[in-house]
């Protein structure tokens, strides 16, 4: 099945709920969608790559220009704005796009000038009117989906390229994992340019029809008052920001009271940050595991099964 599927049938349903949040703006089932169909059809008058780039924050844009990609029939390609010049140059020339999707927020605080494909910002794009109709395009499993490359920390990034099938895959063995409900809300801080960000904070949530809130930087004290105004049930980091918002002094207990599930990965979670999080905040985080080529979870200890130093069977 292709990936997008779900995601419409769950953008008609909830055209009139809020799916998505982020620094700037909610997004509705009908803006999500509404936005979708206006880059498809953008997508089809500047590209005849079959790759469309996209260099976003983490944000509901990311999800709305990825989700534009598989209406036009095209793979999404988020590229890593951290990267020097020379790297994000490398990998744009790489991936074979002549289409990136941008803002020019993130330009502005990036310093990145992208070189050869052309250039949109998403601020310049009309999302005004009634948006273009079209049939979705319509996708084997074995079709690329995304191509998202590896961080190059042994050599230079490389791309994995995932299916249809791989996507639709995992989030349905993280739903079915982790049972996954509309009544779920996620906060996502990690970036959507990395597979985790992109399969368990945007596919999962867009499929499922839960809610996501999407921070575009870290910042704890921030992340901690998101807690407290979203009142998110999940939560996915890396064990150094479960340490920085050990720091934050006013963090409280009740901030974290709805969270039923809170997963480190990326590296092992020591004992020390472990144990003062749970200490203070009541909060048991799990350890889970995978990497790009997955797509990327193989494996997620769920409270339920909770062991120290393992990330399950």
Request: glycine share 8%; net charge neutral.
């Amino acid at each position: 099945m292709s990936v997008h599927w779900p995601i419409l049938k769950t953008c008609l349903s909830r055209r009139r709920q809020t799916l998505l949040s982020d620094d700037r703006r909610t997004y509705t089932g009908r803006d999500l969608l509404g936005g979708a169909l206006y880059i498809a059809q953008l997508i089809e008058e500047r590209s005849s790559s079959p790759v469309v780039g996209g260099l976003l924050p983490t944000s509901g844009a990311t999800a709305m220009a990825a989700l534009g990609a598989w209406l036009a029939g095209r793979a999404f390609c988020p590229f890593n704005f951290l990267l020097t010049p020379d790297e994000l140059d490398y990998v744009i020339r790489d991936s074979e796009t002549d289409l990136l999707l941008t803002s020019d927020l993130l330009l502005q605080a990036t310093g990145h000038d992208p070189r050869g494909p052309s250039v949109v910002k998403l601020e310049d794009v009309s999302f005004k009117g009634f948006p273009p109709l079209r049939w979705p395009a319509v996708r084997g499993e074995d079709d690329l989906a995304v191509l998202l490359y590896t961080s190059g920390t042994s050599g230079r990034p490389k791309g994995v390229m995932l299916s249809h099938g791989n996507l639709s895959s995992n989030v349905r063995q993280c739903v079915e994992h982790v049972h996954f409900t509309p009544d779920d809300t996620l906060l996502g801080v990690l970036p959507q340019f990395h597979s985790f960000g992109l399969t368990v904070l945007t596919l999962l949530p867009m499929t499922v029809g839960c809610g996501a809130v999407y921070s575009a930087r870290f910042v704890p004290q921030q992340i901690v008052r998101m807690f407290r105004k979203h009142r998110p049930t999940v939560f996915v980091g890396i064990p150094s920001m479960y340490n920085a918002m050990l720091s934050v002094k006013s963090a409280k207990a009740e901030d974290f009271a709805s969270v039923r599930i809170a997963v480190s990965g990326g590296e092992p979670l020591p004992d020390d940050v472990a144990k003062r999080f749970k200490e203070r905040f009541g909060v048991t985080i799990a350890e889970g595991y995978g990497l790009t080529e997955t797509a990327p979870v193989s494996n997620m200890c769920c409270p339920t099964e909770y062991r120290p130093h393992t990330v399950g069977r």
